[in-house]
């Protein structure tokens, strides 16, 4: 586990051991290089790619990389760090040049078809040995004093998983708020770290609305907007239904005039609904349709195209295209359950430009994990309103609860009655 506060120390003073090495090393004085990446996870996995765990982190930062003309500002990672550590362990000689040496003190020719062969097999040994110490020296190392619990519960993570800097976090925070023996009773360490991942889910609250209400989910290609919003819609018409209300007055509009089939997709969910559908190819078809139905309309869906967060100059095109003065909408990024934790960071960044109040995991029913999704939201500081599990679109489509979320996750022991107490569904 890498302490970037002792590292940003050993940076004022070179002396300091590298942690979690053997006393008496010290940090090499190489110079210092850098690396590029999306996030510190990235980072650290080129860094672990490239020199194992043969390196010193020296400080971390945030760094700004300028988007397509000016557009899609994107928030990269830079970490400065050294390679190598001052051992008193000679250079590791090859075996061929081993080989030879020993040959050569024997008195032995190098073509000694029999000495070499029985030497090489004694050389194979020594080498397994080797590689035998150097593994169980890194294992003792990578744990250090690490309590037992602590090792389990970031396994589970792992296994869930949840980002680098997510468990880095967990393990932080029971070493600074569990004594050692409340460490060495795991089923209270797992409950702990329960409590806390659900701290760490921001459920977005129901928020009364004027109506017309406009509500507009953006996010990119294969996500399942429309069918999102599809679901919204007779999600909506039901619970009017179940509350013996007057059926809502509800119209959708598409500006997805990019992919094939799009159109006729929410118009065949719009005749199944009685729901009527139009398209807009522009900013100002939009505001025409709005002042056109305002008067006798209650919610106005409007599906976007998808694009990738990459796509920095259609996504400003979609951008001013949903800029309509006067229509205040209600803004959700649908994103899948299952794109990696890298993916959604860069969802997220590139898709902030249209405001998004919340967001809507959709497909749930298709990944196993979900520590990516908590992850990620958690460190954006972005709040979950939507679950969608499913291609019903008469149903598969719920409020979001951190319960949801927690029952989720693998090979934890959930206290159901607990995590129910603790996290009250909002009524």
């Known amino acids: 586990m890498y302490k970037d506060s002792y590292a940003l120390t050993a940076e004022k003073n070179p002396k300091l051991p590298l942690y979690g090495s053997t006393p008496g090393y010290t940090r090499p004085d190489d110079e210092m290089q850098t690396i590029v990446g999306r996030n510190y996870d990235d980072c650290m996995d080129k860094l672990l790619k490239a020199y194992g765990h043969n390196f010193e982190i020296l400080g971390k930062r945030p760094i700004l990389k300028p988007g397509f003309f000016g557009f899609g500002q994107k928030e990269l990672y830079e970490v400065r760090y050294t390679v190598g550590l001052k051992k008193s362990v000679p250079v590791q000689k090859s075996f061929q040049e081993s080989r030879d040496e020993i040959l050569q003190k024997s008195g032995s020719s190098v073509t000694n078809t029999i000495q070499i062969a029985n030497i090489d097999k004694k050389l194979e040994e020594m080498k397994k040995v080797f590689e035998e110490s150097m593994k169980n020296i890194a294992e003792a190392t990578n744990a250090g004093d690490k309590p037992v619990s602590i090792q389990k519960i970031e396994e589970l993570l792992q296994n869930n998983e949840f980002t680098f800097a997510y468990i880095n976090k967990i393990s932080t925070r029971l070493r600074s708020e569990l004594t050692v023996e409340e460490l060495e009773n795991f089923e209270l360490v797992q409950e702990k770290v329960v409590d806390w991942i659900g701290e760490s ?217 607990h995590i129910d107490a603790k996290f009250p569904e909002e009524k």
Not at 250 to 272: C, N, P, S
Not at 286 to 303: P, Q
């Open 201 to 417: 889910i921001k459920i977005a609250p129901k928020v009364m609305h004027t109506y017309p209400h406009v509500i507009i989910v953006v996010g990119p290609t294969g996500v399942g907007k429309t069918t999102t919003i599809a679901k919204f819609a007779v999600n909506l018409i039901k619970e009017a239904h179940e509350k013996d209300q007057p059926r809502p007055r509800v119209r959708m509009l598409t500006t997805d005039h990019t992919r094939v089939g799009a159109v006729e997709q929410i118009k065949r969910y719009g005749d199944v609904m009685e729901i009527e559908v139009d398209k807009a190819e522009t900013a100002a078809d939009v505001k025409k349709i709005y002042d056109t139905y305002k008067e006798n309309l209650d919610v106005l869906f409007i599906d976007t195209p998808g694009y990738s967060p990459k796509d920095f100059e259609n996504l400003g095109k979609m951008r001013k295209m949903l800029e309509v003065q006067g229509i205040h909408p209600e803004v959700f990024l649908a994103a899948n359950a299952s794109s990696k934790a890298m993916d959604l960071i860069s969802i997220i960044q590139n898709y902030e430009v249209f405001n998004f109040s919340s967001v809507i995991i959709t497909k749930w029913d298709e990944t196993s994990a979900i520590g990516n999704v908590i992850s990620v939201l958690s460190e954006k500081g972005k709040s979950i309103s939507y679950i969608t599990d499913g291609q019903t679109v008469t149903k598969n489509i719920e409020r979001a609860s951190v319960v949801r979320f927690l029952t989720n996750l693998h090979d934890f022991n959930i206290d159901r009655n």
